[in-house]
């Protein structure tokens, strides 16, 4: 996948995050090696969390996803 296809998925999730959730919209994702390995969106309303933010939220993933607190080799695509 292109980085555009890559930016407009994150731009649907966050769109999506708005109907499904009624959350802000805002969706992250985090790729390595071209493929998917965290996708998430803000739940700063649904969870009273001030540090859920798609970006934090996607890095945690992430990094569990992983293994690994270094995500270097990682690209992430926020909208």
């Known amino acids: 996948m292109s980085h555009k296809e890559f930016i ?3 731009i649907e999730l ?3 995050n708005t ?3 009624k959350g802000r ?3 992250a994702l985090i790729v390595k090696d071209g493929k998917i390995v ?3 969106v ?3 309303l649904e969870t ?3 540090t859920a933010h798609a970006e934090l939220q996607a890095i945690r ?3 569990r996803t992983l293994g690994t607190s270094d995500l270097s080799d990682c690209e992430l695509y926020a909208r």
């Open 8 to 10: 407009q998925q994150a």
């Open 14 to 16: 966050a769109y999506e």
């Open 19 to 21: 109907k499904i959730k």
């Open 25 to 27: 919209p805002f969706g």
């Open 38 to 40: 965290a996708k998430e």
């Open 42 to 44: 803000n739940d700063v």
């Open 48 to 50: 009273h969390d001030p």
């Open 61 to 63: 993933k992430a990094c």
